[in-house]
């Protein structure tokens, strides 16, 4: 059974940090991309940033460049996303999402709500 368990995410001050972790099993992870959505209120989903577990290769939405790292274990099937100088616009539900390309999901996590204060 494929899992996606996102965790780390909570309330934080506007310019604080957190960071997001995403646990895979169930499908050969070296062989996925592994990403991150956002869903705020009202809003569409969006692409966050995206990482491809077999060359380390990352893309990052406009909106996060120098704020966000995406990393990845490989050891242990897990993707980070480091979340730093936070705005209240980046308040949304953050979902991990994997597939053979970044453009292209196969398998969907629960989410995890990031809550930015002003």
């Known amino acids: 059974e494929v899992q996606l368990v996102e965790s780390g995410g909570g309330l934080v001050q506007a310019g604080g940090s957190l960071r997001l972790s995403c646990a895979a099993s169930?499908?050969?992870?070296?062989?996925?991309?592994i990403g991150w959505f956002r869903q705020a209120p009202g809003k569409e989903r969006e692409g966050v940033s995206c990482i491809s577990s077999s060359d380390g290769s990352t893309y990052y939405a406009d909106s996060v460049k120098g704020r966000f790292t995406i990393s990845s274990d490989n050891a242990k099937n897990t993707v980070y996303l480091q979340m730093n100088s936070l705005k209240p616009e980046d308040t949304a539900v953050y979902y991990c999402?994997?597939?053979?390309?970044?453009?292209?999901?196969?398998?969907w996590g629960k989410g995890t709500l990031v809550t930015v204060s002003s």
């Open positions: 999402a994997a597939g053979r390309y970044c453009t292209a999901v196969d398998y």
């Open positions: 169930g499908f050969t992870f070296d062989d996925y991309a």
